[in-house]
């Protein structure tokens, strides 16, 4: 069932050659992204185009005793200053978010969090937007603000959410899953216990392209089209529907090019909503374009998650029982978007790839005065910290044992003849194959000889480390008897119509940010139905021209859209065969599809195109009894399970001994996401997600100073990392296809950025084993190291 | 999108012509050269100033690298990466190609200049390190072609604050050429153009018996200001280069600066890389005088 890559040589096949389904192909949308010919929301002009910007909260935690607009209003060139008391007349001061909390639009009674959203002006060009906000005077009376996590619940806590009725302290939720009783009662008899506290602290996708949005409301037809940075047009256009009272038809939500969203732009932002009211307000069009730092401190975060990690094991390796208790720090508003039974994501699978007895997770989330979020940066829904909480105190009980980390794993993973396998907290993996993935993995590192080259190493006191993580996914959001999002279940629509001349356009309810599209859904139409890419227009992000569905984010768009894509295909297909009966004069069953034709059973001699049949179903001429003109379909696809990708990943550090600097020197990343419809695509998608895992493990941090002052507010403070903290990955697969997805496919586009940051984190630790250095935080800079080496590794919250 | 606060804007068309500017308007005015520390500033309006006297077009004039018997000569607008390119400033100082190379990114090196990093003094800044580490002095002109030379102790005041004043302009940074010398330069970066978490420059200067006739070590990112330490100095004048006296040096760097623990790294870590750097930096620039 799982077929092992065989030793390639990679080839990029030029568009000359590209391939008429599925293989390696360039990008079809890359000729635009390349010659800065993309069309992003800050590209948008429109005739009377007005400007927008945001004043926000300086403080963490401050009660709005007065705003002074007069002086910013009579400033030159401002048509419009709105603060949230105007907001609030309207009834807007408030909106839902995903997570069914609220959030301020613009605060009316206290600031929450540093950066904030407090008043907006729009003036004819954003340079007097922006001089105009130095010109509104806005009196706050200071509060002491809730920044360390671990005291929000403490009796004297300042209380952040009192506009909630009822509120008296910070909690949030509380969540649990898997069975308490039978995993104390695991753990009392195991023979090997390790605990450990493990931080996933605070990170932002920080993609490269901030958040914005142009409104265009047209008050003569009472149509509001808005432009904006957004992973899920569909969703925002029904919720804005909900939110302001627009009828929905009259809203059209057009996400352009999209540069880059890792969850960033799942959320609806103040800022959206302010852009609607400019617009609306001043009957002109508006643009609003967060900067980099106004992104960097109000829009969604990801992680913010401590966690008790504790493993229950025999003497000899065999894994018992996992259990974890978390602390989740959700910022001023939970603004975390998941489906809405799962408060805390798809946490669950925190048991990762290993067949154990019993596991038990306990976590209370809780408000504190920092930026709301929480499900971003390609987080599969809280699968990364899931999967660094497993292969984490995986790798502290293989310290223990004193046994090979790769050895352990091996010994403990779930069986292919188990699947579909049950976890003990309720998540059925559909397919996996794990140990031929990590054979190749080791094979790929050469692994017995890195542990020799480490043991000489150690010797001479050099500092090398090997880590390893292993990981199962959960990805493909969702079936919708049990996930939906505010209510709007996750399926996804897809149309597809062939042209008479035999092009193609398949219109999609998923928006790409970079993952590639434009190209790989036109291969998964082009290997079923036969008509080459190069034919096939992908139509994505406008609500009026496409189908509804949920939009691309936790790796879904592959696993329900590209599902769909390929049934609507098929439908498309089972009417060409219908019309091609009777352009062969033959019945239904004599015929045999190849790609791209239908020829009679023996005589392949006697065939028509799929082209030929198009021009046919458009054409003049009867068609068989009970067949419509045309050749279209369209179909939404509710997925039967999520799909389970999983991974091998080895990675390969140095640490230098005097100035604790870690150079990741190999990463070998061994993926198996099922059928692969374009490999370039996939590695890409795998060499970005690694470089995320690198700038975690090594150096990014959202961090806060005791007054609550952001300390990560531009890319001079937050780093992202470069090419040159990166190696050259080395990428090899398996393919274990998705029984349940009609082409095997399973999502990848967040594997990497799950996988890696344990691997990392191994790495380093191993490498300080002369230490005694069991465990260290992320992000692991210098200075976080050198701690660790002295024996004073703290956590970085 | 971040944008500043309304400013005017002139070509400077000689450096009097800047300096008679930059008299005229006083200290609501100021040079722009590579812009890459001002202009964010402008833009996330840390800086707001009324004017901006762009020198650029003064590169022809004050962008070039001479070298003497007795010193080399660089113009203040030369561009990073026309020090990280000179061959012959890597033969006469190779600390200059080890900073460069180390220093935020080639696009920033193609615009930024060694006269706007040491004006912009910030105490992380590499060429200040560089330029205390070799004993460098800086010219500065003022009104009516007057010139003035300072020491680089001189030149920098603190924090953002050198010694040039609202009507002068830092035209020239003149190092003393030696024999029998040696440089290098070392960084500890959170990651390839960042600011030094740490970083130390150090010189050394053999007698013809192979003892240490001078040696001075200068430390960027430990304190408020760039400076070299007389200790060390004084501590390997007169030795034989030796793993021992490397850490002395170390030793004393440690305990003469003066680092603050934040998001770079702590106080106490810094204070580790100020030692070991220096015996680092040490070790290589004696090697580098030898060959």
Known sequence: MTAV??????????????????????????????????????DIQLNGMLHLAILRSPFAHARIVSIDTSAAEAYPGVRAVVTGAALAELGLAWMPTLSNDVQAVLATDKVRFQGQEVAFVVADDRYAARDALELIDVEYDVLDPVIDVRKALAPEAPLIRDDLEGKADNHCFDWETGDADETEAVFARADVIVKEDIVYPRVHPAPMETCGAVADFDAVEGKLKLWSTTQAPHAHRTLYAIVAGLPEHKIQVIAP?????FGNKVPIYPGYVCAIVGSIVTGKPVKWMEDRSENLISTGFARDYIMRGEIAATRDGKILAIRTNVLADHGAFNGTAAPVKYPAGFFGVFTGSYDIEAAYCKMTAVYTNKAPGGVAYACSFRIT???YLVERIVDC????????????????FIQPDQFPYETKTGWVYDSGNYEPTMRLAMDMAGYADLRKEQEEKRARGELMGIGISFFTEAVGAGPRKNMDILGLGMADGCELRVHPTGKAVVRLSVKTQGQGHETTFAQIIAEEIGIPPADIEVVHGDTDQTPFGLGTYGSRSTPVSGAAAALVARKVRDKAQLIASAMLEVTVADLEWTKGSFHVKGDPGKAVTIQEIAM??????DLPDGVEGGLEAQICYNPSNLTYPHGAYICVVDVDPGTAQVKVRRFIAVDDCGTRINPMIIEGQVHGGLTDGVGMALMEMISFDEDGNCLGASLMDYLIPTALEVPDWETGYTVTPSPHHPIGAKGVGESATVGSPPAIVNAVVDALKPYGVRHADMPLTPSRVWDAMNGRATPPI | MQVPAPFEYERATSVDQAIGLLERLGSSARLVAGGHSLLPMMKLR???????????????????????????????????????????LAAAFPIFRDAERVIADPVVRNRG????????????????????????SCVIRGPGGAERVVTMKEFHVGPYETAVGDGEMLTEIRLPLRSGGGSAYEKVERRAGDWAVVSAGAAVWLAADGTIADARVGLAAVGPNTTGIPEISAALRGHEPAEELYQEAGAIAARSCDPATDTRGSADYKRHLADELTRRTLRKAVQRARS
């Open chain 1, 257 to 261: 090019d999209i540069g880059g969203g």
């Open chain 1, 616 to 621: 046919r179903a458009h054409g003049a001429g």
């Open chain 2, 113 to 136: 200049t060694l006269g706007g990093s040491l004006c912009q003094a910030d105490p992380s800044e590499d060429l200040s390190a560089v330029c205390t580490t070799l004993d460098a």
């Open chain 1, 5 to 42: 890559q065989e030793p390639k040589t990679v080839t990029f096949d030029d568009n000359d050659q590209k391939p008429v389904g599925f293989g390696r192909m360039l990008r079809k949308e890359d000729p635009r992204l390349l010659r800065g010919r993309g069309r992003f929301v800050d």
């Open chain 1, 397 to 412: 009980l293989a310290a223990e044992l004193d046994m090979d980390p790769a050895e352990l794993r091996l010994k403990n």
């Open chain 2, 46 to 88: 840390l800086a707001n100033f009324e004017y901006l006297i762009d020198i650029n077009p003064l590169h022809a004039e004050l962008g070039y690298i001479r070298s003497g018997s007795d010193e080399v000569r660089i113009g203040a607008l030369t561009r990073h990466r026309e020090l990280l390119e000179s061959d012959e």
């Open chain 1, 385 to 387: 910290e899931a999967v």
